[in-house]
């Protein structure tokens, strides 16, 4: 882990609409990766640059009941 910290953030796999976590952390160096969805394979994200995101996971986000 690097001094800056970790937020974590949520991503929608655009074919599937599962939603996954992930960790964004600032790095010192330069990061480049791509995720893809664990149901159908789609690419959820690609990045590259001074952030770097690890620790996918699926979850489930609550929605406000009426």
């Not at 953030?9 to 609409?17: G, I, Q, S």
């Not at 939603?19 to 010192?28: G, H, I, M, P």
């Amino acid at each position: 882990m690097s001094n800056y910290g970790e937020l974590s953030v949520y991503f929608a796999c655009p074919h599937c609409h599962r939603v996954y976590t992930a960790k964004q952390e600032r790095k010192l160096g330069r990061a480049h990766g791509c995720f893809r969805c664990g149901a159908c394979r789609t690419p959820v994200h690609e990045w590259t640059g001074y952030y770097d995101f690890t620790d996918w996971r699926p979850t489930r986000l609550k929605t406000k009941s009426a």
